[in-house]
């Protein structure tokens, strides 16, 4: 057990629709990263937040976006969903921001979208 | 640009053989992580080793070793006396010392280990 939880496990939703993905970082961990892992994109890391700020953006698209709040939980909000945002969706933390710093990650949400 | 490149897409060897993940790298930092995770069936991410650039020795714990090479920007994953319960995908990634911290993964081996 890495200590970050995400919620929900599994997602299912239909086109079009909205959904919100959530993350408790590990206890003292500042930084909150979140990527998408799919079958013919692979790992790739969409947005990172450290202490309620934006640090960095990756391949993460106008209608994704997310947000970390004071408690340092964050939310990936996914709208207007499309087939192709079928994914596992892992939220990761790190004590700090550095780039040395190891990433523990969640174990997941699996979102479908019909 | 910096790239990570798992070539090994799936490897199946027997239980208690010898099995060895290639990882090859490219950044132009001189500053730089390496990182292996273990993704098992179930899906969650397992930190395994960090190894930054200026540190070239190699690392063993237990069954586990890693060769890190900048001469040839390999960080190359050895388990030795392979196990069932090695079977997973493997990923290795970097992230650079300067810019974003984001880590950049390979595309992961599946390693299969049969009893």
């Known amino acids: 057990d890495s200590g970050v939880t995400q919620t929900p496990k599994h997602l299912i939703t239909a086109t079009g629709q909205r959904v919100t993905l959530r993350c408790s970082p590990r206890s003292g961990d500042l930084s909150v990263y979140w990527y998408q892992q799919s079958l013919d994109q692979g790992l790739q890391f969409l947005i990172q937040?450290?202490?309620?700020?934006?640090?960095a953006k990756g391949n993460i698209l106008e209608r994704f976006s997310a947000q970390q709040f004071p408690d340092l939980h964050s939310e990936l909000n996914l709208s207007s969903l499309e087939l192709g945002d079928s994914a596992l969706y892992f939220c990761?933390?790190?004590?700090?921001?550095?780039?040395?710093?190891?990433?523990?990650f969640g174990p997941g949400t699996r979102l479908t979208v019909l | 640009a910096q790239k990570v490149t798992q070539a090994q897409t799936e490897i199946s060897v027997v239980e208690k053989e010898d099995v060895t993940l290639d990882c090859v790298y490219e950044t132009r930092d001189t500053t730089y992580y390496l990182f292996w995770y273990k993704q098992p069936p179930s899906g969650e991410l397992v930190f395994l080793i960090r190894?930054?650039?200026?540190?070239?020795q190699n690392e063993i714990s237990g069954r586990y070793s890693w060769n890190f090479q900048k001469s040839t920007s390999s960080f190359n994953f050895t388990i030795t006396a392979s196990q069932v319960v090695d079977s997973a995908v493997y990923f290795c990634a970097l992230s650079e010392g300067s810019g974003t911290y984001k880590y950049i993964f390979g595309t992961g081996t599946r390693l299969k280990v049969l009893a």
């Open positions: 937040y450290y202490n309620g700020e934006e640090r």
């Open positions: 190894r930054n650039s200026f540190d070239e």
């Open positions: 990761a933390s790190s004590a700090s921001s550095r780039s040395y710093n190891e990433q523990f």
